[in-house]
């Protein structure tokens, strides 16, 4: 689980490090956590690197720290986000954030734990999963939202994770995107590829650009209009 947490006090960071190794450890999972002190710094990072959850000390109505909770869910539109801190709910959520948990200081570990398993407990039940076999003849189930965008080249199909990982399978890619695009979160704006809205930055007039990744995906000749669309229309 990458795990990313901002906050000023570098005392609060190292007690949520602590309970989050804890945590990970108790259900036999590996936990990588970052934590930031700085905004900036904090900001630049989760634009660069995925993060499977984020937390983020309470969010007042001040121009700085909206920013910070406007930008966070426009790059995660569907990730676990939870505040700690006492706090009003009707301030956060007049950001737009949308929260999925809140978690008032000071708290036990009983009260970590239990939030987590709460958390845990939802991605998993709403993550569909896909199984694959890959050229090396393992076989894999990958969590639908993990996939950024898959691409065909000869007989080939490479899918691209959140992770920075890529799978290689033989499959033929008419069949590969019949299993995706039976899900509202994936679209195929070219024959050679399929890419997840939800990690789509912004969408040109030939291509479709990322989140997480270097080079843009094409949009094939005619299928413009219907690309933005299927991207508005997921949102509304």
Known sequence: MKVAYY???LEYAENIRNLMQKYCTLRYDSAEIESFTDKSVFLEKVTLKYYDLILLKAVYADAAETEIAEKIRDFYPSAPIVFLNRINETVIESTFCRPVHFLMNPF????????????TKSVLSTNQRIGIKSVDGAFRMIPLSDIIYAEVSGHTITIHLNSGETHEITEPMKKFSQNLTVYP???????SYIVNILYISHITSNSVHLKFCTDPVPIAKGKLNAVKEAYKSFYE
Do not use: A, G, K, T
Request: hydrophobic share 35%; glycine share 0%.
């Open 7 to 9: 906050d000023e006090s």
């Open 108 to 119: 036990q570990q009983d009260s970590f734990f239990q939030m987590m398993n709460e958390i």
């Open 185 to 191: 979160d994936f679209i195929m704006p070219h024959r």
